[in-house]
């Protein structure tokens, strides 16, 4: 089970840290991915972080403004948000399974969490 958390509205500049938080399988064996939906468009990768090596792969539209992150003694993922945009106004999913950006690869889904950026 996933659970997100950590969305919100806030204005363009401005920055948020999603969380998402992991109960019921082994965390540390799967890599895990941070995937956003906007109205009428498709599911999209944003970024996901390897549990073999840890590299992590940011979409080109986020690169440099998002961090992924994971902590697990936690079992706990996260996803920090700087210099937010109007365009990443989405609903937030986090995932544990692939490693890749193809939502397909992955076994675990949160419920997602509402972004909202305001211009």
């Known amino acids: 089970q996933l659970q997100a958390s950590g969305g919100g509205l806030v204005q363009a500049g401005e920055s948020l840290r999603l969380s998402c938080a992991v109960s019921?399988?082994?965390?540390?064996?799967?890599?895990v991915g941070w995937f956003r939906q906007a109205p009428g468009k498709e599911r999209e990768g944003v970024s996901c972080l390897s549990s073999v090596d840890g590299r992590t792969y940011y979409a080109d539209s986020v690169k440099g403004r998002f961090t992924i992150a994971r902590d697990n003694a936690k079992n706990t993922m996260y996803l920090q948000m700087n210099s937010l945009k109007p365009e990443d106004t989405a609903v937030y999913y986090c995932?544990?399974?692939?490693?890749?950006?193809?939502?397909?690869?992955?076994?675990?889904w949160g419920q997602g969490t509402q972004v909202t950026v305001s211009s």
């Open positions: 019921g399988f082994a965390f540390d064996d799967y890599a």
């Open positions: 995932a544990a399974g692939g490693g890749t950006f193809h939502p397909d690869e992955y076994d675990y």
